[in-house]
């Protein structure tokens, strides 16, 4: 089934964007959901992170998750997935 990703982008105190979005494919697992929605996210978080350098803020990117699976994902890659996450494509593995 498709999933639905939420992220937000927090500034200090102030809240600097808001996105809720149906993801474009559909997924076996909430562990292959919730990394396909930090990789659906991370190139705005990166571009931000960018534009406000160039601004002159030097800003510390801290990406929060819940799902233990998805955390152990992001953290080793693919020495971490076992015969349940093979399916995953590499391209999620950036993360």
């Known amino acids: ?5 939420g ?3 927090v500034i200090g105190d102030h809240m600097v964007l ?7 494919i559909n997924t076996r697992s909430s562990t292959e959901a919730e990394l ?8 705005t978080v990166q571009w ?5 350098k ?5 800003l510390e990117t801290v990406v929060k998750e819940d799902n233990k699976s998805t955390m152990l994902l ?3 890659g693919g020495l971490s997935s076992g015969k349940r996450a093979k399916h995953l494509d590499i391209r999620y593995f950036y993360v």
């Open 1 to 5: 089934m498709k999933g639905h990703s």
């Open 7 to 9: 992220s937000v982008l």
């Open 18 to 24: 808001s996105r809720s979005k149906k993801q474009k």
């Open 36 to 43: 396909i929605a930090v990789d659906d996210t991370l190139p």
């Open 48 to 52: 931000k992170k960018l534009f406000m």
């Open 54 to 58: 160039d601004q002159g803020y030097d």
């Open 74 to 76: 992001m953290k080793n």
